[in-house]
């Protein structure tokens, strides 16, 4: 029969929150660590020119698509890709706000087209079946890659192909990579 200080430390090794899952927001640090900054020059190939980049940015800032907003969206674009290429005389760097759309837009592009995997190892329940030591890979790709990338749950995880709807979740310290 175990004595009750070693119940107390093994809990305390284990952790506080080792019983609770983690949140959603390890999958977006996870997302944002490892799909890096985006130049212009790849998002405009990535995502099929200069007017599909500045039709996603005004959909995402939600503004309204008309003549003038994409042609003032697109010179903006120009300017930062003058930038880049270190051309023209009203070279501009995006800011940061545009330059986190620009991430999220070629990120997307890219997972639609060529999809990723998400790997995942450490304490991990799938169907509510719990293991200590467990790996686990999960393929996206297409329409469901991109709106995961956009809203990445663990239940959004768990509707992907690789299991069939079955739940997955995290405890403690688990190791997420997302692989393009």
Not at 55 to 76: H, P
């Amino acid at each position: 029969m175990p004595r009750s200080w070693d119940t107390r430390k093994d809990a305390e090794a284990r952790g506080a929150g080792a019983d609770i899952p983690l949140g959603d927001n390890v999958l977006a640090k996870a997302i944002d660590r490892d799909m890096g900054k985006w130049t212009v020059g790849d998002v405009l190939s990535e995502a099929g020119g200069t007017r599909n980049v500045a039709e996603s940015m005004l959909r995402a800032r939600g503004v309204e698509i008309n003549k003038t907003s994409l042609s003032s969206q697109m010179r903006s674009i120009n300017r930062w890709l003058a930038s880049e290429t270190g051309s023209g005389s009203q070279a501009r760097k995006p800011n940061a706000a545009s330059q986190k759309m620009l991430n999220r837009i070629g990120r997307n592009a890219q997972a639609a087209s060529d999809g990723f995997t998400v790997s995942m190892s450490g304490d991990i329940s799938i169907e509510k079946y719990r293991r200590a030591n467990r790996s686990t890979f999960v393929h996206m790709q297409g329409d469901a890659a991109a709106a995961f990338l956009d809203n990445p749950t663990f239940a959004g995880l768990s509707g992907s192909d690789n299991y069939g709807g079955l739940a997955i979740e995290a405890f403690g310290d688990v190791q997420i990579s997302i692989d393009l």
